[in-house]
């Protein structure tokens, strides 16, 4: 029996000891069904209005900090208000991944491109910088005018009587949508003498009757492009819209390589888009694809081929506005 009460006398003790060590609770509420007690944070955490989980949100800042887009995935996106698209065709990877959101003001894109595509400027004739569509780059003498990406808009809820994308190599236009109403393009290219990435300019093209274009693949740089489109350069998306990161690897989904790519995330004018045509907001809805003419670093213009687009097949995305 002695033996007995030593081992239970120690066994108190080391109770004892445990308690002595445990730190109080903050809040001094009994455990629920014995599970661990957490702290109160003094937040209320947000939920559904039915005792769930808040659905997901984004608040996107066009300030070259790309983590809140890391939150938006192909799990996280609800393929309405929230837009997430990968590559599929491994002969044209050079847009790798696309992400949509849009608040009251503004539609927001993320992408990523292949570095290898992206034109780069000659370091020995100096920086570029940010220019117009009647003169290009500032200092254009150290870069070609290259390839765009080009964002296909359909934003007035009526996919009449407008425009196709232009034909994608053997194909009649990239997407069997036919309801686009303006395509801003955005120049950019590396600044090599500084090792950056550097805008050029933002246009927005669209299609106006007299143009007889209506229904056609716009196959042409210059369709779209009116008269006034120098003072309309910055409608949809001004120099301090649009931020880029450096060269950064990511996982190519399709080969599951690590590959060089820049990071873009811009915002476009829900105002602007259509400001060249009628006025009018986009609205409800918009229907997007994204494409990336430049194929390789050489500065040009390339072919409608270009280097990929988004979506990869013949659907184009439709983005819910909020």
Known sequence: MKKVFMILGASLMAALVVIGCSKPSNNNQQKPDGGEQKPDDGEQKPDDGQGGEKEFSLDVAIDGDFSEWDTLTDETADGEYYL??????????????????????YIYMYTELLFENIALSDAEKGAIGFGDCNNGYENHGAINTN?????????DGDDNKLYAARSYGDEDSMWDYKGFDAFPQYYFGYDSSRDVMQMGWQQNNCVVPEEDLWGEPLNDHGAGWVADTPDHDSDVTGEQDIKFSGVVKVTDPVSKKEVDVIKIELSMDREGILKIIDGGKVNNEAVLGVFYEQVGHESQ??????????PSGNKALTLKLK
């Open 84 to 105: 997430y698209d990968e590559n599929t065709d491994a002969e044209n990877n050079g847009v790798l991944r696309v992400k949509f959101t849009s608040d009251e003001d």
């Open 147 to 155: 390839g765009a990406l080009i964002i296909y808009v359909g934003g």
């Open 301 to 310: 213009q390339s072919s409608s081929q270009g280097a990929g687009k988004l």
